[in-house]
Structures are given as structure tokens and as C-alpha cells.
């Protein structure tokens, strides 16, 4: 059981935006930055995002993030056929001493 | 550019250990450190620790200490992960990852991934 929670499932169709929220605690999200890893399937995780809301190069910018007190947001505007894939927030847990992911989250473009 | 390539699949048998390596090409290995995280069937994704490549300190999940024990060889800019006394719910895809560090935020963020190793434990 994750100390990170995520909604097990989200969907959208493109015109739309999909909201993936992450709520954690203080002694992980409210104290340490968050980042978020996606999954295609059958692949390797990639970066999405770091540092609550930075971008690394290559990520379409319909990929968004955010963090305020103990919960973080993953949001994918306009979402492509090719952004189905699962979705982990990440953070360094102070009580744990270690780094903790959400359980994930299934996107689904309908 | 910047990639990891990771060992091939490997099938143990209870008690057993295994030994994954990492190739790690096209940076500065010692600049870096390397993760490793795995994921069971199905499941979602558990990070094992971590090893600072530069001074080869060490920081692993509470779970799996005395269990783990991560490596590095720069002449060869390999990291190695061996598990021991291995179990059927050690039984999962086992990735390495660059770990990049942000000294202005304590940040850490795991930047690119390995393909996988795939362990099977069973009898």
C-alpha cells in the first residue's frame, strides 16, 4: 500500500483535459518536490515531469504540472491516442527515508 | 545519446540470488547516480535504492536491506544490483535509472530508464 494516492483509472476524449491528482502527506509532497513518470504499455517508464512542474526536453507541452501543500496534479490537455499509458507520482519520503511512487493511473482517450 | 542497457532475462530458483547489470553510455557515469526500481506483474512500480556512482555510498529501501547490494565499475560504466535469498514475490522486471540530482530543490528524478530484466523466481 502506496503513501501516495492516485485514482486507479481517468479518461477523456481530446478536446478535453484529464486531471490526474496525487495526494500524499507532509512528510512527503508537502515537504519534497514531485515528479511524474509515464508508462506505455510494454515499455519503460519516462520522465514526464520533474521538480512538481518542470518539463524535460521532448515533453509535449500539453503535459502539465502542479503541487500545492500535500497533493500534486498531473494534467494532459487535449489528450492523444498515444498518451494511453499509466502515470506515477513520485516523491522522496522523510518518515520512510526512501522514495515512494503512487499506485498509478490509467489514462484512457476515448 | 544517454542510455542503459540492461542484462538479459533471468530464472532462479528460491533461495537463490541474481546479479542485473547496467551498461550506462553516451555521459559522464560519475556524475550520476543509478536507481533501481522493479515492478511485479501487473503491479506498479517499488524503488529498490540507490548508489552514488562518484563515492559509491549507498541508500536502500527498508524493505530489501541486507538483501540488496548495489555496484558500480567505472572502468566499464556498469552499475550491478544482486538480490539474494531470492522469493516468488521477488518475481518482476527490474530497471535501472539515471539518477539526476538538484542540489537548488534536494530533488531527485530518475532520467532515462533501462529496458528491463525480467527475473522469474520459482521452483
Redesign the interface.
Known amino acids: 500500500q ?1 503513501v501516495l494516492t492516485q485514482p486507479p483509472s481517468a479518461s477523456g476524449t481530446p478536446g478535453q483535459r484529464v486531471t490526474i491528482s496525487c495526494s500524499g502527506s507532509s512528510s512527503n509532497i508537502g515537504s ?2 514531485v ?1 511524474w ?1 509515464q ?1 506505455l504499455p510494454g515499455t ?4 514526464l515531469i ?2 512538481n512542474n518542470q518539463r ?1 526536453s521532448g515533453v509535449p507541452d500539453r503535459f502539465s504540472g502542479s503541487k500545492s501543500g500535500t497533493s500534486a496534479s498531473l494534467a494532459i490537455s487535449g489528450p492523444q491516442s498515444e498518451d494511453e499509458a499509466d502515470y ?1 507520482c ?1 516523491a ?1 519520503d522523510d518518515s ?9 493511473t490509467k489514462v484512457t482517450v476515448l | 545519446q544517454v542510455q542503459l542497457v540492461q542484462s538479459g532475462a533471468e530464472v532462479k530458483k528460491p533461495g537463490a540470488s541474481v546479479k542485473v547489470s547496467c551498461k550506462a553510455s553516451g555521459y559522464t557515469f560519475t556524475n550520476y547516480g543509478i536507481s533501481w526500481v522493479r515492478q511485479a506483474p501487473g503491479q506498479g512500480l517499488e524503488w529498490m535504492g540507490w548508489i552514488n556512482v562518484y563515492n559509491g555510498n549507498t541508500h536502500y529501501a527498508q524493505n530489501l536491506q541486507g538483501r540488496v547490494t548495489m555496484t558500480t565499475d567505472t572502468s566499464t560504466t556498469t552499475a550491478y544490483m544482486e538480490l539474494r535469498s531470492l522469493r516468488s514475490d521477488d518475481t518482476a522486471l527490474y530497471y535501472c535509472a539515471r539518477v539526476d540530482y538538484d542540489i537548488l530543490t534536494d530533488g531527485h528524478s530518475f532520467d532515462p530508464w533501462g529496458q528491463g530484466t525480467l527475473v522469474t523466481v520459482s521452483s
Open positions: 502506496s519534497n518536490t515528479n513518470y508508462q519503460a517508464p519516462r520522465l520533474h521538480t524535460p506515477y513520485a522522496w520512510l527515508n526512501g522514495y515512494v511512487f503512487g499506485p498509478g
